[in-house]
């Protein structure tokens, strides 16, 4: 694939991609602009024209025209690459080589579930029965129907495989597509058919059942385009809400994100068919650090949000909770109920530990010891994922408050959570992040301030990667004279290896937790010995 990145690269310039996100001002030979993460308080954006790169300073990244497209968008690389290719009017086929069977392959699929969406579409307009339901009971309008392309299957045996036979597919292509059940019949039959759509187009469907029968919802399997523990539904109608306006609220539902949308409120995703995974998290911090759950506020909906806060440490997100449903049981209730109070709801959203916090004092006798305990014990594996020191020391000092008792109690309630404590210096996200920007500097003044006795620093070959180095020099560096270079030289290895150690402790410490939950005081005892000589180190 490289003859075709080169060819894309060729006929998109590196400003007009950026260009189409943020606005871009002449700066001498480059252009400059404000960071489309929203990090900077002055631009800091760099655009290079003649070496097709780009360089965010404030937020440390960069890279070519398909590194932004994937870092802007929330999206896979193979996405933006099909996403360039289609605006340079560029033909993937004639460059996929090997890989011209899989790529084969995946073309079939997905004409297979263009197709289909567009039967089940034209099925629900010759229904009316099943009009009345989408549109009367669902309260579902023309333009929300057609946004979300919404359809109908057919409650017959195989009326979508004789109508794609006609097409010219074949049955083990349909079967690869995910349309068909075991008897190589229609996999759905008598459903509300809801596609799941990505930047690439359909790669599958959730579809609801409308008579009696189980399972309420079915939804297609994970194929060769679908993945449920990367797939996030309702994104690509939501992504240029949730870029203009800052946050992201994540519902239970698809049919809540739908009605959502409906609602005004377009900034609402699910996950579909699957807990929240990491690499849904990730998706959405390349667009927003503002998530906002809105789950049940029952036992699942409690675990859903742990869960979330315990990925979320280490994305840099700031996660709270939407649950003011006016007595409604779920987001797509209340909108029935009154669009405005949606929209409203999530207006008034509460950071996700002090909801947590109230939920756990709500099912615990704080009046008691045992309930106390429990209560310390839950709060404090709760704040092990709160990574702010003044955050953390803010809800310890809460939770003393309402056990009456001191911080310093709580810390040593535990000797996993003490240990934990004492050794966790620093995020080991941001620790990572720092890592990198000296990791860069080091590389930029080695490459082109001529230090060449910089010990531990790779140089690498790869020109996009050279040509971001250069804008790096050139903005930090550009006047320097070789003794300060030298200088600056020592004093960025001193400081990367200091954080190195940082990240060690905090791995060595996540290590420990592990070995003392498991019991194991051998493994233990192992650790200890690590840490301690990683402190004569230091």
């Excluded at 349309?179 to 187009?201: E, H, T, W």
């Excluded at 971001?468 to 004279?481: H, S």
Aim: some cysteine; overall charge neutral.
């Amino acid at each position: 694939m490289d003859d075709a990145k080169e060819e894309i690269r060729a006929r998109l310039p590196v400003e007009d991609v950026v260009g189409q996100y943020i606005e871009l001002k002449r700066a001498g030979r480059n252009l400059k602009g404000r960071s489309p993460w929203g990090v900077d308080k002055t631009p800091s954006f760099m655009v290079s024209p003649e070496k097709g790169i780009w360089h965010d300073f404030s937020a440390n990244k960069g890279g070519d025209i398909f590194s932004f497209v994937m870092e802007v968008e929330g999206i896979s690389f193979r996405e933006a690459l099909e996403k360039l290719a289609a605006q340079a009017g560029v033909e993937l086929q004639r460059y996929s080589g090997g890989d011209k069977a899989v790529a084969e392959r995946k073309r079939r699929m997905k004409e297979i579930l263009e197709l289909s969406c567009r039967y089940y579409q034209f099925c629900l307009t010759k229904n009316a029965k099943v009009c009345d339901y989408v549109f009367n009971k669902r309260n579902l309008n023309k333009s929300t129907v057609k946004e979300f392309r919404i359809g109908y299957s057919p409650n017959q045996g195989k009326a979508l495989v004789q109508f794609l036979t006609k097409k010219g597919y074949k049955m083990a292509e349909m079967e690869a597509a995910g349309v068909l059940n075991q008897y190589k019949g229609d996999l759905f039959r008598g459903r509300m058919m809801v596609p799941f759509i990505d930047s690439a187009g359909v790669i599958g469907y959730t579809a609801r059942i409308l008579g009696k029968g189980e399972p309420k919802y079915l939804n297609t399997p994970e194929t060769l385009l679908f993945n449920k523990s990367r797939f996030v539904f309702g994104l690509v109608q939501a992504k240029e809400a949730i870029r203009q306006n800052g946050f992201v609220v994540i519902v239970e539902g698809n049919m809540d994100v739908i009605s959502s949308h409906q609602a005004g409120v377009k900034e609402a995703v699910a996950t579909s068919g699957t807990a929240m995974t990491e690499s849904h998290l990730k998706m959405l911090s390349r667009l927003t650090d503002d998530v906002r759950l809105a789950y049940d506020g029952d036992a699942a909906g409690v675990k859903a949000t742990e869960r979330a806060i315990m990925l979320a440490g280490d994305l840099g997100i700031s996660l709270s909770v939407i649950s003011d449903y006016h007595g409604a049981k779920d987001p797509d209730e209340l909108i029935q109920k009154d669009p405005k109070l949606w929209q409203e709801a999530v207006k008034n959203y509460c950071p996700a530990v002090d909801w947590l916090l109230d939920k756990y004092e709500e099912n615990l006798d704080l009046n008691s010891g045992p309930g106390k305990r429990e209560y310390a014990d839950l709060a404090m594996k709760l704040l092990k994922n709160v990574t702010h020191k003044v955050e953390k020391k803010h809800y310890e000092q809460l939770v003393a408050r309402k056990l009456d008792c001191s911080v310093s109690d709580l810390v040593e309630n535990k000797v996993a959570e003490n240990a934990s404590k004492r050794l966790k210096k620093a995020n080991l996200e941001a620790a990572s992040d720092i890592i990198d920007k000296l990791q860069c500097n080091l590389q930029a003044i080695a490459v082109y301030g001529g230090i060449t006795e910089v010990k531990g620093v790779e140089i690498p070959d790869d020109e996009v990667r050279l040509g971001e180095l250069e804008m790096i020099f050139e903005k930090e560096y550009g006047t320097w004279n070789k003794p300060a270079l030298e200088k600056e030289a020592k004093a960025l290895l001193a400081r990367r290896k200091a954080e190195e150690s940082k990240v060690e402790a905090e791995r060595l410490a996540q290590e420990w937790e592990k070995a003392s939950e498991e019991g194991n005081e051998t493994l233990q005892a192992d650790i200890e010995r690590k840490i301690m000589a990683l402190r004569r180190v230091k």
